[in-house]
């Protein structure tokens, strides 16, 4: 009965824990790597980059063991072709090496398509796939296919100038003919006028304007004074198929230049300018009154006062606010000549007004 009783537990031990004859032993993996993906393309003047993970894993699932290729390929397509792109070319070869658990492998790849652009060929896209293969050459076959247009983007300016004016910071450069090249993408030529202030991160818009034949200059009239900023100019080119597709290529950017908004414009000289006697009781004085500045950076107004053959003396201690003044230290049988100037909120004075004069009368 003890017997018994031991065999039956230990068939029972044995059908829960799995022990007895192994099953079938697994096949080797075969090593091929799953294709690629997430293949990625961005031009900017005449180079398109190439951006990708690396494959982890192979077809069959098992983390990739042993190193292989992936081959960058580039075919050609017109789009008024019913033949579809050309014969790929093989551009390059580059290594796939072992996976790293939990660390993926980005690559990049670089193709300068300058004698493509410069071929009398009419081709409209350059189309990319990488194919990953094994050390044997194998492989499950092409990545995603992803499409770069081959229109042309204006000259890049050889250099830029940037100027403080009034208004602001002036962006002059000199422009050439926009290019010519057979497309069946419609293209629009243009230059984008691109900002970076000292110490941001990330760069703004100014403008956009459209690519001519002549010397072009753009005011930024959105900036900070006492601020240094750089500009560079980017050569766009907008571009639509016949279907509808569209979307944009940049060139290079030209070089950059670097200005510092300093504020040494004074404002507009005041108009208007009227000067009346008045008094009350013993209490005598002139009025002095103006058109209000329309200056947006305004701190206030000067006033200045002289006798027959003196020169000007500014009579305000602190600057007036408003556009009007009292002058009540005047004395009788006197004629006084006024004029008044602006000043902004860094100190820059404008030009004095023109004179007016009042004369106080004898008691």
């Known amino acids: 009965m003890r017997v018994s009783a031991f065999l039956i537990f230990f068939a029972v031990m044995c059908a829960v824990a799995g022990c007895g004859t192994p099953g079938a032993p697994l096949p080797p993996s075969t090593n091929i790597p799953k294709p690629v993906d997430d293949l990625n393309a961005m031009r900017k003047g005449d180079t398109d980059t190439l951006t990708w993970t690396a494959p982890e894993e192979t077809t069959d699932g098992a983390l990739l063991k042993r190193s292989g290729k992936m081959t960058v390929f580039r075919a050609l397509l017109n789009i008024e072709n019913s033949n579809g792109t050309s014969a790929p070319d093989k551009l390059a070869e580059i290594s796939l090496k072992p996976a790293l658990k939990d660390q993926q492998q980005q690559i990049t790849y670089k193709d300068a398509v300058t004698q493509v652009l410069q071929s009398n060929v009419d081709n409209d896209f350059a189309v990319y796939t990488v194919e990953a293969a094994n050390n044997s050459g194998k492989s499950a ?94 050569p766009v080119t907008a571009w639509q198929s016949p ?20 504020d040494i414009f004074p404002p507009a000289a005041p108009t208007g300018l009227q000067a009346v006697f008045s008094n009350t009781g013993q209490q005598s004085f002139i009025d002095i009154t103006w058109n209000p500045s329309t200056e947006p950076d305004l701190a206030g107004y000067h006033v200045y006062r002289h006798t027959e053959n003196a020169p000007p003396v500014k009579i305000n201690q602190d600057l007036v606010k408003a556009p009007a003044f009292r002058d009540s230290a005047v004395q009788p049988g006197t004629k006084y000549f006024y004029s008044v100037s602006a000043v902004d909120l860094r100190g820059n004075e404008s030009a004095k007004s023109q004179e007016t004069s009042e004369s106080v009368p004898q008691p």
């Open 243 to 262: 279907k509808g597709q569209k979307g944009e290529v940049e060139g290079a950017d030209s070089p950059h230049t670097k200005v510092a908004a300093h």
């Open 141 to 234: 076959g092409p990545s995603n296919r992803v499409a770069v247009p081959l229109v042309l983007t204006p000259a890049t300016p050889a250099s830029v100038q940037a100027q403080v004016v009034p208004e602001g910071i002036s962006i002059s450069w000199n422009q050439s003919w926009p290019p010519q090249r057979a497309t069946h993408l419609n293209p629009q030529y243009a230059y984008r006028i691109m900002r970076l202030q000292e110490g941001a991160k990330q760069p703004v818009t100014v403008a956009q304007v459209n690519a001519g034949n002549e010397a072009m200059r753009v005011i930024d009239q959105r900036i900070e004074w006492e601020k240094t900023y750089e500009y560079w100019v980017v």
